[in-house]
């Protein structure tokens, strides 16, 4: 029987492609774009964004250099966006202190309340990598 181990160490393999696609939804935060009930609102705004991520995309080769690495750089982007859901989350788990909330929603807000202790360990361990998310009391990114 022919010997099955490799004979070489597999490259290393990309992450599984994501579920959501993020560059169809680059500029405006979900959070942000909830508040725009009205018929064709957020999809005009979704449109929007996808033109201005585009052009920031072209007009980027004549900006000055970043003071970091590319990846750097996005990881913090990265860290800011989780910061914000840190945030958020943590402002839905509030909730049920300052409002009566029906059952379901005090399920939800005891959830925000463990998934913003979550979200925001990830968000330490980015930054353990990277370096601090504020410095001197001025934000980074």
Not at 34 to 62: C, I, K, N, P, W
């Amino acid at each position: 029987m022919p010997d099955l181990e490799p004979k070489s160490t597999p490259p290393d393999t990309p992450p599984n492609p994501p579920a959501y696609d993020w560059e169809e939804h680059p500029a405006f935060r979900s959070t942000f774009l909830m508040h725009f009930t009205q018929e064709g609102d957020r999809e005009t705004l979704e449109r929007l964004g996808r033109m201005l991520y585009g052009m920031a995309l072209e007009s980027s080769r004549v900006w000055p250099e970043w003071r970091e690495t590319t990846t750097r750089a996005e990881m913090r982007a990265v860290l800011a966006d989780l910061r914000h859901a840190e945030a958020v989350l943590a402002t839905i788990a509030r909730s049920r202190h300052v409002s009566s909330l029906g059952e379901e929603d005090e399920r939800l807000s005891l959830s925000a309340d463990e998934l913003a202790r979550m979200v925001g360990r990830t968000g330490s361990v980015i930054e353990s990598i990277i370096g601090p998310f504020w410095k001197g009391g001025k934000r980074l990114t």
